[in-house]
């Protein structure tokens, strides 16, 4: 069965980057993805023939956590070293010295968090880097899960190894195309069960294997005593959010149940000021974004707030809201609750997957909605090629019957108005459950 999916592109630069390390000398790969996305799987089958050395950072002491390394290192390679390295500074002297005659791949996963053990080692590395990389033949890979500290610690030009990577691989969830033939492969799919599938993984590669595992059982086995899922969201975010962890899950609790706008979270959690950890989540933590109407002008005010990783979203509306039954094993009381509401909540998610889809198609360079004061001529889908003077709008129902053209284009005189595309051709779609594989027909995924 295959198990590997939609990651050739960044398979081949991580392959070819180690395969010339001997004539290109000291490369570095900055390599960042969510939590569960797969980064550690990428490395697995990028470097399944040549080996490399794979060093996690746990969150102790500095001494503690260069003796964890050193012991990995003495395992997997033939160095000898009298005594034992107490800083990361003098570890990665060793492995510097080690490759000027040894070719090596070093994986350094969730790197920022070396910034909690000791931040001045970032400053130290990049001294030992510049000092040492031309003459080195080892191939580094900084490997994080919170993507704008990662992003800070190389590309803000105040940080120490501000240009010091080479290239960036930012690892992404499946796109919708590779959830479907996941599905195809195992003969699992049917459009219904696809947007469940969507609104569940989000296209996370581990969320994916649970679906697969749980074939036509899929909440029977994925909402038990046995199952992960009741503590995957803390785990994903407790440990990163730390002391503030109860504002944010709360926040996060009310966008999934549809309070998008700030005003409508700060009324469902008692008034309670929500401007600040807002900003931390969508700019820290990357786990909320915001959106207003595509023809909003940038400073515009009137955003609608929305969980980025639709596994999060399904966990905070179905697991987290429910948690004191989960609490005293009440499974069969949240399984009911998914089976109540699943179809409308799912509605919602409907939007988000059919707007992937025309993402992955290529064929546009916007994609938004449009909505005015109190939500009045609300629409769904606006999709549009510059290039091509082209416009898509559309509307997202799941069943096409409630579907009306002659309304859709009404709603839409006020948008295109705003929006000055003179010339353009407009086309008008309904986008449902119903005919979700003829929109995968009219929008195929462009290849990579």
Same mark, same amino acid.
């Given at each position: 069965?295959?198990?590997?999916?939609?990651?050739?592109?960044?398979?081949?630069?991580?392959?070819?980057?180690?395969? =010339?390390?001997? +004539?290109?000398k @000291?490369?570095?790969?900055?390599?960042?993805?969510? *939590? $569960? /996305?797969?980064?550690?799987? !990428?490395?697995?089958?990028?470097?399944?023939?040549?080996?490399?050395?794979?060093?996690?950072?746990?969150?102790?002491?500095?001494?503690?956590?260069?003796?964890?390394?050193?012991?990995?290192?003495?395992?997997?390679?033939?160095?000898?070293?009298?005594?034992?390295?107490?800083?990361?500074?003098?570890?990665?002297?060793?492995?510097?010295?080690?490759?000027?005659?040894?070719?090596?791949?070093?994986?350094?996963?969730?790197?920022?968090?070396?910034?909690?053990?000791?931040?001045?080692?970032?400053?130290?590395?990049?001294?030992?880097w510049?000092?040492?990389?031309?003459?080195?033949?080892?191939?580094?890979?900084?490997?994080?899960?919170?993507?704008?500290?990662?992003? =800070?610690?190389? +590309?803000?030009? @105040?940080?120490?190894?501000?240009?010091?990577?080479? *290239? $960036? /691989?930012?690892?992404?969830? !499946?796109?919708?195309?590779?959830?479907?033939?996941?599905?195809?492969?195992?003969?699992?799919y049917?459009?219904?069960?696809?947007?469940?599938?969507?609104?569940?993984?989000?296209?996370?590669?581990?969320?994916?294997e649970?679906?697969?595992?749980?074939?036509?059982?899929?909440?029977?086995?994925?909402?038990?005593?046995?199952?992960?899922v009741?503590?995957?969201?803390?785990?994903?975010?407790?440990?990163?959010?730390?002391?503030?962890?109860?504002?944010?899950?709360?926040?996060?609790?009310?966008?999934?149940?549809?309070k998008?706008?700030?005003?409508?979270?700060?009324?469902?959690?008692?008034?309670?000021?929500?401007?600040?950890?807002?900003?931390?989540?969508?700019?820290?933590?990357?786990?909320?974004?915001?959106?207003?109407?595509?023809?909003?002008?940038?400073?515009s005010?009137?955003?609608?707030?929305?969980?980025?990783?639709?596994?999060?979203?399904?966990?905070?509306?179905?697991?987290?809201?429910?948690?004191?039954?989960?609490?005293?094993?009440?499974?069969?009381?949240?399984?009911?609750?998914?089976?109540?509401?699943?179809?409308?909540?799912?509605?919602?998610?409907?939007?988000?997957?059919?707007?992937?889809?025309?993402?992955?198609s290529?064929q546009?360079?916007?994609?938004?909605?449009?909505?005015?004061?109190?939500?009045?001529?609300?629409?769904?889908?606006?999709?549009?090629?510059?290039?091509?003077?082209?416009?898509?709008?559309?509307?997202?129902?799941?069943?096409?019957?409630?579907?009306?053209?002659?309304?859709?284009?009404?709603?839409?005189?006020?948008?295109?108005?705003?929006?000055?595309?003179?010339?353009?051709?407009?086309?008008?779609?309904?986008?449902?459950?119903?005919?979700?594989?003829?929109?995968?027909?009219?929008?195929?995924?462009?290849?990579?």
């Amino acid at each position: 069965m295959k198990i590997f999916y939609n990651r050739d592109l960044e398979l081949r630069l991580l392959r070819a980057t180690s395969d =010339k390390i001997s +004539q290109t000398k @000291g490369r570095l790969t900055m390599l960042v993805g969510r *939590r $569960r /996305v797969g980064k550690t799987a !990428l490395l697995l089958q990028s470097f399944k023939t040549t080996g490399f050395l794979y060093l996690f950072v746990t969150k102790t002491t500095e001494s503690d956590l260069a003796e964890q390394f050193f012991l990995q290192i003495k395992e997997q390679l033939d160095i000898k070293v009298f005594g034992s390295p107490s800083t990361l500074h003098d570890v990665f002297d060793i492995l510097l010295d080690y490759t000027k005659t040894h070719p090596l791949t070093v994986v350094i996963d969730e790197f920022q968090d070396i910034n909690i053990v000791n931040p001045s080692f970032f400053s130290q590395l990049q001294k030992l880097w510049d000092l040492n990389k031309d003459s080195s033949m080892m191939h580094l890979v900084c490997c994080g899960s919170i993507y704008s500290m990662m992003t =800070k610690l190389f +590309q803000d030009a @105040g940080e120490p190894l501000f240009g010091r990577a080479d *290239r $960036r /691989v930012h690892l992404k969830p !499946l796109k919708p195309s590779y959830i479907k033939e996941i599905m195809l492969d195992n003969d699992l799919y049917n459009p219904a069960d696809y947007l469940l599938w969507f609104c569940f993984s989000g296209g996370i590669p581990k969320y994916t294997e649970w679906l697969v595992d749980a074939g036509d059982k899929t909440w029977q086995r994925l909402i038990s005593e046995h199952s992960l899922v009741a503590e995957e969201g803390r785990y994903r975010l407790f440990e990163d959010f730390g002391s503030e962890h109860p504002l944010y899950f709360s926040i996060l609790s009310a966008i999934a149940s549809g309070k998008t706008s700030r005003g409508e979270i700060e009324w469902h959690l008692d008034g309670t000021s929500v401007g600040v950890a807002l900003e931390n989540l969508e700019q820290t933590y990357e786990v909320v974004t915001r959106s207003m109407p595509i023809t909003a002008k940038e400073k515009s005010r009137g955003y609608r707030y929305q969980i980025v990783d639709p596994f999060l979203s399904f966990w905070f509306r179905f697991i987290y809201k429910n948690r004191s039954a989960i609490e005293i094993g009440n499974f069969a009381y949240v399984r009911s609750i998914i089976e109540r509401d699943f179809s409308v909540y799912s509605d919602r998610s409907l939007e988000l997957l059919c707007k992937e889809i025309l993402a992955e198609s290529g064929q546009f360079n916007q994609i938004g909605s449009y909505w005015e004061r109190g939500n009045a001529n609300e629409i769904d889908i606006i999709a549009i090629n510059d290039l091509d003077k082209r416009i898509v709008i559309g509307e997202v129902k799941r069943q096409s019957k409630r579907y009306s053209e002659t309304i859709l284009i009404e709603k839409s005189v006020p948008m295109l108005q705003k929006l000055k595309k003179h010339g353009y051709s407009v086309e008008y779609h309904y986008f449902s459950l119903d005919f979700l594989d003829s929109l995968f027909e009219k929008f195929p995924a462009i290849t990579p």
